[in-house]
């Protein structure tokens, strides 16, 4: 079956610092999406990335599709940035969804 | 940038009702989706659609589920007799081939 692991689950930032999300995905994953689940519940899409490298402002993310994984950087965090990291993996025609990473940015 | 829409934003039914959620999925996408989140947990699949036809379905999409492409623009997931366990988030998605998912702002469904 399809395996999409996060870690960590939470992480407590304070505003203006640094962190990297990470996301591992079994061999059956042929393309990545990265999201953002707000307060409200809201997903919005941050990264469509089977491999390399994308930049949106202060959010990057990298997938090593030989090696199964990618990594979600939020750079210089604000409170805005708070909320649910999602990775998803895609196969075939369908999502699978990670657990999350819950994200407190601490003014 | 287009978006998928999704009614009502909220909705509360009595167990055993039936309701009907509504979707317009991005214009020219083929491929469209429903999904729901259960308060705290991950985003689960339910169901793909393509060509006016189910291609997948997932085990929580049993008899009590159906979804339906009515006119062309309109995606629905119909819950014939609602559980308390029904009550969840249900996302609706699009996308056409090559591009990522693109999700709509949900359906909190409250069953009481």
């Known amino acids: 079956g399809i395996q999409v692991e996060q870690s960590p689950p939470d992480l407590i930032l304070q505003e203006g610092a640094n962190s990297t999300l990470r996301c591992n995905f079994s061999?059956?994953?042929?393309?990545l999406q990265w999201f953002h689940q707000n307060p409200w519940g809201q997903l919005i899409n941050l990264f469509y990335?089977?491999?390399g490298t994308k930049q949106n402002g202060r959010l990057s993310a990298t997938t090593v599709a030989t090696e199964r994984y990618s990594l979600l950087y939020i750079s210089s965090s604000q409170t805005t940035d708070s909320g649910v990291y999602f990775c998803?993996?895609?196969?075939?025609?369908?999502?699978?969804f990670g657990g999350g990473t819950r994200v407190l940015v601490k003014p | 940038e287009p978006e998928v829409t999704q009614t009502p934003s909220h909705q509360v039914t009595q167990m055993g009702q039936e309701v009907i959620l509504r979707c317009v999925p991005i214009?020219?996408?083929?491929?469209f989706y429903w999904y729901r989140q259960i308060l705290g947990q991950k985003v689960e699949f339910l169901v793909s659609?393509?060509?006016?036809?189910?291609?997948?379905k997932s085990e929580i999409f049993d008899d009590q589920f159906s979804v339906e492409r009515p006119d062309g623009s309109n995606f629905t997931l119909k819950i014939r007799s609602t559980k308390l366990e029904d009550s969840a988030m249900y996302f609706c998605?699009?996308?056409?081939?090559?591009?990522?998912?693109?999700f709509g702002s949900g359906t909190r469904l409250t069953v009481v």
């Open positions: 061999d059956s994953v042929n393309n």
């Open positions: 659609f393509y060509n006016n036809e189910i291609s997948e």
């Open positions: 998803a993996g895609v196969s075939g025609n369908k999502l699978t």
């Open positions: 214009s020219n996408h083929l491929y």
């Open positions: 998605a699009s996308r056409t081939a090559g591009y990522g998912y693109t």
């Open positions: 990335i089977p491999s």
